[in-house]
């Protein structure tokens, strides 16, 4: 964390543990500050906290497999967004927006395409187009402050929860 950077290691697909597909997977990118105090939070008060173990590990098995992404998808982010009144969202919406506002505040494509991590430009140029920015932000912006409000209201509960 105190380099900033985040480096993929593994994946987690359908269950299995595997390595990253492409060159393209594998490349670090750089967290804001703000993202990296929220990561040294988490890792002070997750009991998975060793270097082995899964920034968001399943407490099933002790940190030495991530949290199910369908049931993390389900249990956490679909009740904020739904608060936040957006529609059903999945994984790839997140990969939509990062897109999208980055197209329209100038990044090349090139820019883009790296941060999705795509080893091919075509699947950032074609796949993840631009969809009506102003009302996205708006809906953003209130998602991120519902979100804000939810982990300080539910923080102490929600980790007896998940790790009682």
């Known amino acids: 964390m105190e ?3 985040v480096r993929f290691r593994r994946a987690f697909v359908q269950g299995r543990i595997t390595p990253l597909k492409t060159e393209a997977s594998r490349t670090e990118l750089a ?3 703000d993202v990296v105090d929220l990561l040294v939070q988490w890792r002070s008060i997750t009991p998975y906290n060793q270097p082995q173990d899964w920034v968001f590990g399943s407490p099933f098995n002790k940190g030495r497999r991530p949290l199910w992404p369908s049931q993390l998808l389900k249990d956490h982010v679909q009740p904020v967004a739904v608060k936040a009144g957006l529609p059903k969202i ?3 919406s997140f990969r939509h927006t990062v897109s ?9 494509l090139e820019e883009v395409k790296t ?4 080893e091919n430009i075509a699947t950032t140029s074609q796949v993840y187009g631009a969809p009506q920015m102003q009302a996205k932000r708006e809906t953003a912006t ?3 402050g519902l979100c804000e409000a939810e982990s300080r209201a539910g923080r102490a509960g929600n980790r007896r929860k998940m790790f009682g």
Do not use: D, M, Q
């Open 142 to 144: 209130a998602f991120g």
């Open 90 to 92: 999945g994984w790839h």
């Open 3 to 5: 380099s900033r950077v």
């Open 100 to 108: 999208a506002w980055g197209k329209e505040a100038g990044f090349t």
């Open 31 to 33: 967290l804001p500050e």
């Open 115 to 118: 941060l999705l991590r795509h």
